[in-house]
């Protein structure tokens, strides 16, 4: 079980981060020119947390991801189904699918600024987008390959199309579904920040870019951390809840 | 070129349907009716209510797409399958199956899965639970209700597989190969059990399997299949005395039938091989 000396040994090599990161920072030519020490991005981050600047600036960011993410695993998953179940919307749908794939989201960040102004919705819409083309395919994949003996044995059990589709396919389809959305909630971190770098008025984002550009890099530091630190724990949490979603492919 | 014989009628009530086939044959691939593989040729069956009836030939004689034609899971191309609801045009829970594979739901336990399609009936919830769990107990996986699949043995799974088919009470059991996953000690005791929940519950059964000494011990009659193209060649009724019970292997009786039956099918299972090559 994950013991607090196991959960230490895992992460020791962020300590030698750490370690490295105060080497660097202090000692040298460059010292607190490239990174400021550890110690006053510490107390950079504890005056942003005390005047509730990143307490505020991180609910707009969180909220503009929470909405963006959710919103593309409901409308992800279900779009996966559907063009998995029925021919002409797979044929409608993949060929859009397959081209906007591999572009770069952050691509349509000028796209958006235009379309939607400098408030949330510019911001929400990219995040919607880059997080629903993983979640369509892997939904999409992953209902391609139910076992055909899945939906026989349910439909010859008296469930009708539409409950295979969502007690059967669906269920099927988890794990690789679960994958996907996985990747999805990385992109809408990536997309948070990087949305708020260029279009707004506030965020975790916009906050780096203005501290950077007012030269408060040990400030700038502390908010990269926290981002960093909710990425970490977003995946962390997203984790245990895909561990206990699948629990019945442990043997 | 067919040799099939008439198949004989010999109903008692003849109001009384199993399963009338008429007339069903079955392509794969091809388009037009040109190229392709003709699975079932011409097929003409009668399956009789509360009979256990077996589809015996070799892999490939089209036995599997003949039972999920019986189940509606693949269209009827030409030709009528009939039961007493009338023509199969789908699945239905008159018509339970049973896979090889088991196809159990594996992110539900085996009482999720038991009471899949008791839910489906719209039972109310405490029939559901009390039907699901006699039926748990019936193939003997009392105490593993709250298992997954995946925690289960092949022979556990299937018998988890039985009982959820046989939970919502299909009038026609349907069984693919249902113990050809199982090594051979488990499919013996599983044969055994099927036999005496058989005569409990005289369902029309429908058995596909390629192991003579199988169709043997568990089939009242049995169709022999020829290879591709699929064609019923011989319908032997099997009929001997089954009151001693599992001892009926060590019968002379049962060892004549089994030589016979291997006799009928030993030239369509060589042809079956050559025909791979």
Redesign the interface.
């Known amino acids: 079980m994950g013991s607090l000396a196991n959960i230490a040994v895992r992460y020791a090599p962020l300590l030698i981060v750490l370690v490295g990161w105060e080497i660097i920072a202090t000692a040298g030519p460059l010292s607190n020119q490239l990174l400021p020490d550890v110690m006053s991005v510490l107390s950079a981050l504890w005056d942003l947390i005390l005047d509730g600047e990143i307490i505020r600036h991180g609910l707009r960011s969180l909220s503009r991801a929470a909405i963006g993410f959710g919103l593309a695993v409901l409308v992800g998953s279900a779009a996966g189904l559907l063009m998995a179940s029925f021919r002409p919307v797979r044929l409608l749908v993949n060929p859009v699918v397959q081209i906007f794939y591999p572009m770069p989201k952050s691509a349509l960040i000028p796209v958006m600024m235009i379309w939607f102004g400098l408030g949330d919705m510019s911001k929400i819409v990219l995040i919607f987008i880059g997080c629903l083309l993983p979640v369509i395919v892997s939904s999409y994949n992953g209902a391609r390959g139910v076992?055909p003996?899945?939906l026989?044995?349910?439909?010859?059990?008296?469930?009708s199309p539409a409950?295979t589709l969502l007690?059967?396919t669906l269920?099927?389809a988890?794990p690789e579904l679960l994958s996907g959305i996985r990747t999805a909630l990385a992109f809408a971190f990536i997309l948070m920040v990087s949305s708020e770098f260029v279009i707004a008025k506030d965020g975790f984002g916009y906050l780096i870019s203005q501290l950077g550009d007012g030269g408060a890099y040990a400030s700038m530091f502390a908010v990269i951390l926290v981002v960093a630190a909710f990425g970490f724990i977003a995946d962390r949490l997203y984790g245990s809840f895909v561990r206990h979603q699948l629990?019945?492919?442990?043997? | 070129m067919s040799t099939a014989r008439p198949i004989p009628h010999e109903n008692a009530d003849p109001s009384a349907v199993g399963i009338e086939i008429r007339d069903v044959s079955h392509h794969y691939g091809g388009r037009n009716g040109q190229g392709g593989v003709t699975a079932l040729d011409h097929i003409n069956l009668d399956i009789r209510p509360n009979e256990f009836h077996a589809l015996l030939g070799p892999s490939g004689c089209g036995k599997s797409t003949l039972l999920?034609l019986i189940?509606?899971?693949i269209p009827v191309q030409s030709g009528v399958i009939e039961t007493a609801r009338g023509p199969v045009t789908?699945?239905?829970?008159e018509?339970?199956?049973v896979?090889q594979?088991f196809?159990l739901?594996?992110?539900?336990t085996v009482l999720q899965n038991t009471l899949?399609?008791l839910e489906?009936?719209g039972l109310p919830k405490k029939e559901r639970e009390e039907k699901a769990r006699h039926f748990i107990d019936l193939v003997h996986l009392s105490g593993f209700e709250n298992a997954?699949?995946?925690?289960l043995s092949g022979g556990m799974q299937q018998r988890a597989a039985i009982a959820?088919?046989l939970a919502?009470d299909?009038e026609i059991l349907l069984m693919d190969e249902p113990f050809g996953a199982l090594d051979a000690q488990t499919r013996r005791v599983m044969q055994e059990e099927l036999r005496s929940i058989w005569q409990r519950t005289r369902k029309t059964v429908v058995f596909v399997t390629h192991d003579v000494q199988e169709a043997v011990f568990l089939a009242d009659r049995i169709s022999i299949m020829s290879a591709r193209p699929g064609r019923i060649q011989h319908v032997i009724d099997v009929g001997f005395n089954r009151e001693h019970g599992d001892d009926v292997v060590k019968k002379p009786e049962f060892v004549e039938m089994g030589e016979h039956i291997w006799g009928l099918v030993r030239d369509q299972a060589v042809a079956a091989t050559r025909s791979a090559h």
């Open positions: 076992n003996f899945f026989w044995s349910a439909r010859s059990l008296g469930a409950a007690q059967v269920p099927a988890m629990r019945w492919r442990e043997p | 999920y189940g509606g899971f789908g699945p239905h829970p018509r339970g199956i896979f594979n196809a739901f594996p992110w539900k899949y399609g489906k009936l997954f699949p995946s925690q959820r088919t919502v299909p």
